[in-house]
T-cell receptor, first 113, second 113 residues
């Protein structure tokens, strides 16, 4: 069966360190993969998209890698800050029209000052 | 500032009641989506629409229906609410070509007693 897995355990890191979150998938051939941020009681907010033919994408302190052989995406936040504390969701879509995006359950990140 | 709004943040209904959840977007997006979010399960797609009066079932449509009479408005209907429909409901919209980025509303936390 198709599955997206994100670490269900919360990630606790110290301010200034790099946070690395993992997204693994099975039985998908995604055209692209997205990362979203969700704060408590709010809807997810889009952060980054990486396509199947891209290995790495950066945006400010964020970096996403995509390894279609390992079926894995890594999401890095460098120089993390307490304001980065949130739940991060990965999402993938096999349909380039964006009609059937599948979301992971998310990983909760806590950044301590 | 682009926006997706949902009619209620919190809603309490009784078993068997008909429930309407409304979503409005001001971005002229073609695509609109309804998800439910439950702890540990991530976002699950209930229905989506790619045009006015068009609708497609998602992964968990049972017990739900939708209506899209105008481009900016997408309604989710629970014909006869049940306790297992207690959840956070999130509406989203997107436009093809914009990274398939989905813009989410703030969510409606529905409790069915």
């Amino acid at each position: 069966s198709q599955k997206i897995e994100q670490n269900s355990e919360a990630l606790n890191i110290q301010e200034g360190k790099t946070a690395t979150l993992t997204c693994n998938y099975t039985n998908y051939s995604p055209a692209y993969l997205q990362w979203y941020r969700q704060d408590p009681g709010r809807g997810p907010v889009f952060l980054l998209l990486i396509r199947e033919n891209e290995k790495e994408k950066r945006k400010e302190r964020l970096k996403v890698t995509f390894d279609t052989t390992l079926k894995q995406s890594l999401f890095h936040i460098t120089a993390s800050q307490p304001a980065d504390s949130a739940t991060y969701l990965c999402a993938l879509d096999e349909d380039t029209g964006g009609f059937k995006t599948i979301f992971g359950a998310g990983t909760r990140l806590f950044v301590k000052a | 500032d682009v926006k997706v709004t949902q009619s209620s943040r919190y809603l309490v209904k009784r078993t068997g009641e008909k429930v309407f959840l409304e979503c409005v977007q001001d971005m002229d997006h073609e695509n609109m989506f309804w998800y439910r979010q439950d702890p540990g399960l991530g976002l699950r797609l209930i229905y989506f629409s790619y045009d006015v009066k068009m609708k497609e079932k998602g992964d968990i449509p049972e017990g739900y229906s939708v209506s899209r009479e105008k481009k900016e408005r997408f309604s989710l209907i629970l014909e006869s609410a049940s306790t297992n429909q207690t959840s956070m409901y999130l509406c989203a919209s997107s436009s093809p070509g914009q990274n398939n980025e989905q813009f989410f509303g703030p969510g409606t936390r529905l409790t069915v007693l």
